[in-house]
């Protein structure tokens, strides 16, 4: 780029659609060094080395995919590489993963301190996007190296999945510890979920600068309902498919879940508490009822793009398997209910690439209890919220609210998450009039099938702009992998 030019890249006649306003603005935007430097109309365009005609297409911030996992299913390196281009290709910009050591993953147990650097190999050079890790404290270990993972690796968010106690990925599992990779002499159970509320809560007051950008993060299923129910519906023939697997993991187990971590959170003075992809009006209510009686816990509140666009009806069965599951129409309502009336923080992909040979069993594909549970959905995530959203009255300024800003806000990443004078220029393009159909053959996801198979959609990213440079533009991935590790708060 020649340095006697005002801008780098001048994106022009786009309907940028900022967080936190009414409407959308006719404006260019101005971009040096990665960064907006300006954004104002009518830009001269002899001021810029490069000038991109939007099309008078919205201009969205990139997206921050909060809730991804790169690498559960595929070795890491060759994950990275594959998923980062969905991610490109749906408007994310800024991908971030749950890691964990045991089984998935890189198979290994032991201190972070000896794992993350690995993780770091393997992703260096790979993610077209930006990427950061949440990391998941399974043993006493773990819980001493937060304030280093904080200071040292500058991952700020941490997860307990509640469910790993007593049941596996995919069902019911009587090998924990060597599901989990821990020593026999540990437990991962409700005192373990204290004592890391515990060890989070002290490496904030550790770190008070950074307060605001260190928070927990829980799936919340009870594995105990979970055992118990799954035995009763597998002995019970008049359920199947996506409908067994839901009442095999029923809505209470979230709301009891949720119960349980929001009084440890409290018991624990642990100030900033993320319950994710809620899934049920249940869980949703659940949540609610416990910001009402601990005012004072932080709580940000998630949904998937999957449970808000699939039900248990879904046409492509199995292969919407998921943790936790799919659920019945009138609980999608509710959760778009939910959406509208703020009671939602963040909506994101729980993007998880398994392939088509691994998803469902090959010699009985139609048995639910067989087949893996999680899928991707990055390349669809705002496509499918524009599309939907707006036929609901969403705006879509709290779009980019619910897909940007609130996640990188809430995540520490300072410089994402809007469109504004200083931060990255991270943009997604979107045609608001491009009616299509979801096809697997289009994803550039390494996946081989979707779950959203047939879905109609009014709405299609076009373009996606990473720091300035343009990575995805009409159907086609650009160029080598320029993503990078954000160390936060970033």
């Not at 032991?110 to 990427?131: A, H, L, R, T, W």
Request: net charge negative; with cysteine; hydrophobic share 35%.
């Amino acid at each position: 780029m020649s340095e006697n030019k005002e801008f780098d890249l001048i994106i022009k006649n786009i309907q940028v659609v900022k967080p936190k306003l009414d409407g959308i603005n006719n404006i260019d935007l101005g971009i040096k060094d990665g960064l907006i430097k300006s954004m104002e109309p009518n830009l001269a365009p002899d001021s810029s080395d490069e000038v991109y005609d939007g099309d008078n297409k919205l201009a969205f911030p990139g997206l921050v995919d909060a809730h991804m996992h790169t690498g559960i299913y595929n070795p890491l390196d060759q994950d990275a590489i594959i998923e980062s281009r969905a991610a490109a290709m749906g408007g994310v910009t800024s991908s971030l993963n749950y890691m964990r050591t045991g089984g998935y993953y890189l198979n290994k147990g032991g201190p972070y301190k000896d794992f993350m650097p690995e993780v770091f190999s393997q992703s260096e050079n790979n993610f077209f996007v930006d990427y950061a890790y949440h990391l998941a404290p399974m043993d006493q270990t773990h819980i001493k190296e937060i304030p280093s993972l904080i200071e040292d690796f500058g991952v700020t968010s941490f997860k307990i999945f509640m469910f790993y106690g007593g049941h596996g990925l995919h069902g019911a599992s009587s090998s924990q510890h060597e599901f989990l990779m821990i020593n026999e002499d540990e437990k991962y159970d409700i005192a373990h979920f204290e004592f890391v509320m515990r060890g989070i809560e002290k490496a904030i007051s550790m770190y008070p600068d950074k307060k605001d950008d260190i928070s927990l993060s829980l799936h919340c299923e009870t594995a105990e309902i979970m055992a118990a129910y799954t035995k009763m519906v597998q002995a019970d023939d008049s359920l199947s498919g996506l409908k067994a697997y839901s009442a095999s993991r029923p809505p209470h187990s979230e709301g009891l879940a949720i119960f349980i971590a929001s009084y440890l959170a409290n018991e624990t003075n642990l100030p900033n508490i993320n319950l994710l992809h809620l899934t049920s009006k249940k869980a949703v209510d659940a949540a609610m009822q416990m910001q009402t009686v601990f005012p004072h816990i932080n709580f940000r509140r998630e949904v998937t793009i999957g449970h808000l666009i699939l039900d248990v009806d879904a046409p492509t069965g199995n292969f919407a398997k998921v943790n936790p599951p799919i659920r019945p129409r009138e609980d999608v309502e509710y959760l778009w209910d939910s959406v509208l009336n703020g009671d939602i923080d963040w909506i994101c992909s729980d993007h998880a690439c398994c392939k088509h040979e691994d998803k469902v069993d090959s010699e009985d594909a139609e048995n639910v209890w067989l087949a893996k549970s999680g899928f991707g959905g990055t390349e669809y995530l705002l496509s499918a919220l524009v599309s939907e959203g707006l036929k609901r009255g969403l705006s879509l300024n709290k779009m980019a609210e619910l897909t940007s800003l609130n996640p990188a806000r809430r995540y520490g990443l300072r410089r994402k998450g809007d469109l504004e004078i200083g931060l990255d220029a991270d943009v997604a393009l979107v045609d608001p009039n491009a009616s299509w159909t979801i096809k697997a053959e289009e994803s550039e996801s390494g996946q081989g099938y979707t779950p959203f198979e047939g879905q109609e959609l009014n709405a299609r990213v076009t373009t996606t702009f990473l720091r300035g440079n343009r990575i995805y533009d009409n159907g086609e991935v650009l160029g080598e992998p320029k993503g990078i590790y954000l160390k936060r708060p970033y």
